[in-house]
Structures are given as C-alpha cells and as structure tokens.
C-alpha cells in the first residue's frame, strides 16, 4: 500500500531537467536519423546538408565546433549502423509524440531540401516515422508542413 503511493507521487512530480548524457544521446539520434535521410537518395546534395546543419544548429545549443563533430560522428553512425532501431528506441524513450513528430517534419525538410523527393527517401520517412510511431495523421501534416514551408 505504501508503496503504491509512492509511486503515485513520484509519478506527480514533474520531470527532471535533462541531464549532458540525455541531451547527448539524443542530438546524436536525432543527427543519425537527419544524415540518413540525406544519404537516402542517390546524391547528397548541399542543399540537404545545409537543412541537416540548419536543423541542428536551430534545435540545440551547439558551437559551429560541436556541431562539424557531431555531424562527423552522425554520419560515421549512419554509415555502419544495421538498422534505425538503436537511434530511434532512444527518440522514443526521451521524447512525447509531439516532439516525435516534430522530428519527422525536420526529416521531411532534408527529403524536399534539394527540389525532387525520392521514393527511397519516401521509404525511409516512412521506415523512421513506423519505429517513431507516429500516427500516419501525424506523418501527413508533417510531410506537409514541410512542403508548404518551401513555397
């Protein structure tokens, strides 16, 4: 009994700040997923590495040092890794499905980056979004918001 309502009001407590590791792990998930979408189509155009860039110099606080070195490191990861799933059970495991979803609208952005959308980038938006569980809804408004942020 006792112990039930410990659990209760731990669970009202609000969420601890994130820690360096936390923060860590998940712009290198997040960075993983943004190159893999890159290097989907057969060319890696400037216009979809200066979006990965941009996206991830917007969304964390990172000096132009920080960031060439975690863009190194994505894109070493990406290159070796055998599937999405390490990076994106991370996402899942630190982010709601609001924040989930907005990573898909970043990732929709490196796809429409350089004018012409691929079906294998299409096939690995949809690959990343299915392991992110995001709702096909969610997956729609994104790729649509991205869209309509080019016009």
């Known amino acids: 009994m006792l112990e039930s309502i410990k659990r209760l009001f731990e669970s009202l407590q609000p969420r601890a700040a994130p820690d360096a590791a936390f923060e860590h792990t998940l712009q290198m ?3 993983v997923l943004l190159v893999e979408v890159m290097r989907s189509d057969a060319r890696i155009s400037p ?5 990965v ?8 606080s990172l000096s132009e ?3 060439r070195t975690l863009m190194e490191v994505a894109e070493e990861q990406a290159r070796n890794a055998h599937d999405l799933h390490t990076f994106t059970a ?3 495991e630190h982010l ?4 989930r979803a907005r990573i898909i609208e970043y990732l929709w952005q490196v796809a429409y980056a350089d ?5 294998h980038e299409h096939h690995v938006m949809r690959k990343i979004a299915d392991l ?6 969610d997956y729609v408004a994104a790729k649509m918001r991205a869209r309509d942020q080019l016009a």
Do not use: K, M, Q, S
Not at 53 to 60: K, N, V
Not at 96 to 99: A, C, G, S, V, Y
């Open 65 to 67: 040092a920080e960031l």
């Open 47 to 51: 216009e979809e590495r200066g979006t």
């Open 115 to 119: 004018g012409h959308l691929d079906a």
């Open 53 to 60: 860039l941009a996206t991830l110099r917007r969304h964390f």
């Open 29 to 31: 998930a997040t960075a």
């Open 96 to 99: 709601e499905p609001n924040e």
């Open 132 to 137: 992110l569980y995001i709702p096909h809804g």
């Open 90 to 92: 991370r996402v899942n």
